[in-house]
């Protein structure tokens, strides 16, 4: 067990080191450098993989009982070492059930994929990058077989990123959500709308800054062990145990991005930084995720739930309007509350509210679960597209750059990444009522200024745990209940109806 942890740890550390890199890629390497990077980055990922795969990892987990079968191994051992087992037959399988001949062929494929879907984009070319798209499905489909021939292809793509997941059981909780959202869209669409000019209004970038200094502050996100930069497009990366930093983006004319960005990736932070189900594993793999929609929970908690909630600003409007001034004078609490909880039914996912977002990431998962399976064809995609649009949105895109085309993950080959973004808000509803089932209202503490209190249960039900249980254990494990809608959809139904006055 100890050798295990030893090679996994020296696999971690490649990795942190890659990011490191890939940290400064994205933020302060000059631009020429970028070609030597690549080969830096391949070289650290060609080490890391080595690792990972290496034949005495599969000799060590047979030594211990662990199986495909019985991935935990023996039943002598302590549920947290037995919980390692189960991660690392994963990840080894992962690793190893796909022949590497594949595996760059992929990649080889996948970076035509990428460039011609840019391409296709900017042109609104659909057609030309079809071809590049069926190829991802197929590649796709060889994959699952790979990893478990008698599987069905979809679950097994989905497993990888949520661990235990099926179409069938996320389809039973996205179906009644989908159902529920367009029926609250409705009543939000016959109520007056919301203004948010003053939204608009410049805001110098070194003010953003500031503001978001003091949201990371708030937040108790440790600066000892991160920091904030800026980036086109935000993250959040781990470098280590110790150093989780994150990225966040300034719109001088819409200073509510850089705001609910630095929220949001500072939730993801505090995620990584609380991992550490024992000292032992603490530069392990169990010191982990337990999936990516989890991952999401906890950055749109903060961002939603305390950030865009009427008793933080009671708390922090004030500052704000100073640092920002003057953006925000003459605006009031109600005024900005609804502002930034404006709801719009628009095109593009990554800038939907939160009551519309779920609705496009459910289109998402219904249509490449129905790509793989082959219910839909490939060059049917566009009008498959737009149809639900329509059904769920009330809008169709006036064209596939702003349908299809929008998002980068098909392109790339990730087939069942999409779910997690809405399993994420889901989560994140279901613990926070498990707080309130345990005698502690978070939204109590966020009126209090009392965040430390939210972040120390998080720390102590979610974080720390790491990878040690499965997605749908932990929701059990927390909460006493498995995955279900419904809480979210009481908070949205709540919030809103104050929002729009029903
Ligand atoms: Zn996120």
Same mark, same amino acid.
């Given at each position: ?7 996994d740890?020296?696999? %971690? ?29 391949a ?7 080595e ?17 495909? *079968?019985?991935?935990?191994?023996? @039943? ?5 070492d ?21 595996v760059?062929?992929?990649?080889? &494929? @996948?970076?035509?994929?990428q ?8 042109g609104?070319?659909?057609p030309?990058? *079809?071809?590049? $798209? ?16 008698s599987? %069905? ?5 989905l497993d990888?990123f ?14 009644p959500?989908?159902?529920e959202l367009?029926?609250?869209m ?5 109520? +007056? ?21 003091y ?13 904030l930069?800026?980036?086109?497009h ?47 594993y603490?530069? @392990? ?7 990516? /929609? ?22 922090? $409007? ?7 001034? +003057? ?11 609804? /502002?930034?909880? %404006?709801v *719009?039914?628009?095109?593009?996912r ?21 790509l793989?399976?082959?219910n ?11 149809e ?8 169709? +895109? ?17 087939i069942g ?25 978070? /939204?109590? &503490? ?6 430390g209190?939210i972040?120390?249960w ?11 249980? %499965? ?7 927390v ?24």
């Amino acid at each position: 067990m100890e050798r295990l942890r030893t090679l996994d740890g020296e696999a %971690k550390l490649i990795t942190h080191i890659g990011a490191v890199l890939g940290w400064d890629q994205e933020t302060y390497m000059p631009p020429a450098a970028i070609e030597e990077r690549g080969d830096q980055l391949a070289y650290l990922e060609g080490l890391a993989h080595e690792k990972q795969t290496m034949p005495e990892i599969g000799e060590l987990l047979a030594a211990l009982g662990s199986t495909g *079968e019985n991935p935990e191994g023996d @039943t002598t051992l302590s549920p947290m070492d037995r919980a390692y087992l189960r991660i690392m037959r994963r990840n080894y399988d992962q690793a190893t059930k796909v022949p590497t001949e594949l595996v760059s062929e992929m990649a080889k &494929a @996948t970076s035509l994929s990428q460039a011609a879907w840019a391409k296709a984009r900017s042109g609104n070319d659909f057609p030309a990058f *079809e071809p590049h $798209l069926q190829k991802m499905v197929d590649f796709n489909r060889r994959i699952a077989d790979c990893l478990d021939p008698s599987g %069905k292809p979809y679950d097994v793509l989905l497993d990888r990123f949520e661990e235990g997941g099926t179409q069938a059981g996320i389809a039973a909780v996205f179906n009644p959500l989908r159902d529920e959202l367009v029926k609250l869209m409705d009543r939000i669409r016959s109520r +007056p709308q919301v203004n948010d000019d003053f939204l608009h209004r410049h805001c110098p970038e070194a003010d953003q800054a500031k503001a978001s200094s003091y949201l990371m502050k708030i937040l108790s996100y440790d600066l000892e062990r991160g920091r904030l930069d800026k980036t086109a497009h935000p993250f959040t990366t781990t470098l280590g145990v110790s150093d989780v930093r994150i990225t966040t983006r300034y719109v001088e004319d819409f200073f509510p991005s850089s705001v609910f960005g630095t929220i949001h990736e500072s939730g993801h932070a505090l995620y990584e930084l609380g991992m550490g189900p024992a000292p032992e594993y603490q530069r @392990t793999s169990l010191a982990d995720a337990a999936s990516m /929609a989890v991952h999401e929970s906890q950055s749109r908690l903060w961002e939603n739930m305390v950030g865009r909630s009427l008793g933080f600003w009671k708390n922090h $409007l004030q500052e704000f309007a100073r640092m920002l001034t +003057p953006v925000l004078d003459g605006v009031s609490i109600d005024e900005y509350y609804r /502002a930034i909880n %404006k709801v *719009e039914p628009s095109l593009i996912r990554t800038e939907a509210d939160e009551v519309t977002y779920s609705l496009h990431v459910i289109l998402r998962f219904e249509l490449e679960a129905e790509l793989l399976s082959g219910n839909l064809a490939v060059k049917d995609l566009p009008g498959a597209w737009n149809e639900r649009m329509q059904a769920f949105l009330g809008i169709v +895109p006036p064209d596939d750059a702003k349908g299809c085309l929008q998002d980068i993950h098909w392109s790339m080959g990730a087939i069942g990444y999409f779910p997690s973004y809405a399993l994420g808000n889901l989560y994140g509803a279901q613990f926070w009522d498990a707080m309130k089932d345990q005698g502690f209202d978070p /939204a109590v &503490a966020v009126e209090n200024d009392n965040l430390g209190a939210i972040l120390t249960w998080l720390r102590a039900n979610v974080h720390s745990a790491g990878a040690v249980y %499965k997605p749908g254990e932990l929701a059990r494990k927390v909460t006493g209940e498995s995955l279900d809608a419904s809480h979210f959809m009481r908070y949205l139904n709540e919030k809103y109806a104050r929002v729009y006055g029903f």
